[in-house]
Every structure is written in structure tokens, then in C-alpha cells.
């Protein structure tokens, strides 16, 4: 909740730089919680984030129907999760 508050007046707690590990950051067009900018920050700093937007998904996209973005979601985590090592 502090994080979430804090946010809301644009202060963030953390630097997505520190992350030096592949990061895969997932923006759904319907989320009514996170913000495009929020998602945009964190691929802008960290070294070696990827950014997936899926336009028709919620919040909850992995509870979203295939139509709207679920099948999209889970085949990115697992091509995201099945990469070799770097």
C-alpha cells in the first residue's frame, strides 16, 4: 500500500537500473491498476528488460479469456522462461 501511495505522487521506491537480470514487463491495454508510464520506466531502465503489451487484456490478464489476451500471456512467460541462460 506505501508503494502504491507513494507512486501516486510519482515517487517511486526503487530504480528499475539495479535489475541486471532478463526482466520481462507485461502491460495490459485494460489494466485499471498499473500505468503504461510505470511499464515505460522500468523497460527504459533496466539493461535488459523486453517490454509485451496485450491491448484487449485486464488486470488479470492470467485469468483472462484466450480472446483477450490469456493464450498471448502465457506463451511469452514460458518463451520468456525457457531462454538459455546468459
Given at each position: 500500500m506505501a508503494d502504491s501511495?507513494?507512486?501516486a505522487?510519482?515517487?517511486r521506491q526503487w530504480s528499475?537500473?539495479?535489475?541486471?537480470?532478463p526482466v520481462l514487463v507485461i502491460r495490459s491495454g485494460r489494466d485499471f491498476w498499473s500505468r503504461p508510464e510505470d511499464a515505460k520506466a522500468i523497460v527504459d531502465e533496466a539493461p535488459k528488460a523486453e517490454r509485451l503489451n496485450i491491448l484487449d487484456a485486464t488486470h488479470f490478464v492470467h485469468l483472462d479469456r484466450d480472446?483477450?489476451?490469456r493464450g498471448v500471456f502465457?506463451?511469452?512467460v514460458k518463451r520468456f522462461l525457457d531462454r538459455p541462460e546468459e
Open positions: 501511495f507513494e507512486l505522487f510519482d515517487r528499475a537500473a539495479a535489475l541486471t537480470m480472446a483477450t489476451g502465457l506463451d511469452a
